[in-house]
T-cell receptor, first 113, second 114 residues
Framework: AQSVTQPDIHITVSEGASLELRCNYS??????LFWYVQSPGQGLQLLLK????DTLVQGIKGFEAEFKRSQSSFNLRKPSVHWSDAAEYFC???????????WGAGTKLIIKP | NAGVTQTPKFQVLKTGQSMTLQCAQD?????MYWYRQDPGMGLRLIYY???????DKGEVPNGYNVSRLNKREFSLRLESAAPSQTSVYFC?????????????FGEGSWLTVV
């Protein structure tokens, strides 16, 4: 069965430090991959998505993600985090049905001043 | 820019009561979704509507019903609320399905069933 794994429930990073959030998926076909961010008390907002082409994808707010087919991974990165990046981050994969996404459980990012 | 609007934002129900969550989008999207979010479980799809006039079950449909009233509106009804339905509910929409398309979310409805 298809699945998405975000192995880190919480990550704490100092402001100004680099960030990498991990996402691994189990899916047979070429996946559509997404990263969404959820600020406290808010809905989810798309950061970036990948479905073909260059495996390094640029998103909003200075985030990028790299698709590695050999590792079944789509890790999210940012060179220097800001306090406003504190939020929960969700990785998702689109299924064959075209109307259902499989979601990871989320990684909560905590920023230390 | 209203995007996806859902109401109410907060609701407390007693076990056995019924209620309807309302959702509307102004982006002329064909596809709409209802998700629930529980701690440590990510988002789970309750129902979706690929286009006006159609609805389909998602991963966790039991205890819920939906209505795609028109292209803009997609409501979620709890006929007899149970404590297990305490959750945060999100309505969402996309142009045409999820493959490669951005899903736009409402701000959520916090539901507590006591």
């Amino acid at each position: 069965a298809q699945s998405v794994t975000q192995p880190d429930i919480h990550i704490t990073v100092s402001e100004g430090a680099s960030l990498e959030l991990r996402c691994n998926y189990s899916y047979g076909a070429t996946p559509y991959l997404f990263w969404y961010v959820q600020s406290p008390g808010q809905g989810l907002q798309l950061l970036l998505k990948y479905f073909s082409g260059d495996t390094l994808v640029q998103g909003i707010k200075g985030f990028e993600a790299e698709f590695k087919r050999s590792q079944s991974s789509f890790n999210l990165r940012k060179p220097s985090v800001h306090w406003s990046d504190a939020a929960e981050y969700f990785c998702a994969v689109s299924m064959d049905s075209n109307y259902q996404l499989i979601w990871g459980a989320g990684t909560k990012l905590i920023i230390k001043p | 820019n209203a995007g996806v609007t859902q109401t109410p934002k907060f609701q407390v129900l007693k076990t056995g009561q019924s209620m309807t969550l309302q959702c509307a989008q102004d982006m002329n999207h064909n596809s709409m979704y209802w998700y629930r979010q529980d701690p440590g479980m990510g988002l789970r799809l309750i129902y979706y509507s690929a286009s006006e006039g159609t609805t389909d079950k998602g991963e966790v449909p039991n205890g819920y019903n939906v209505s795609r009233l028109n292209k803009r509106e997609f409501s979620l009804r709890l006929e007899s609320a149970a404590p297990s339905q305490t959750s945060v509910y999100f309505c969402a929409s996309s142009g045409e399905g999820t493959a490669g398309n951005t899903i736009y979310f409402g701000e959520g409805s916090w539901l507590t069933v006591v």
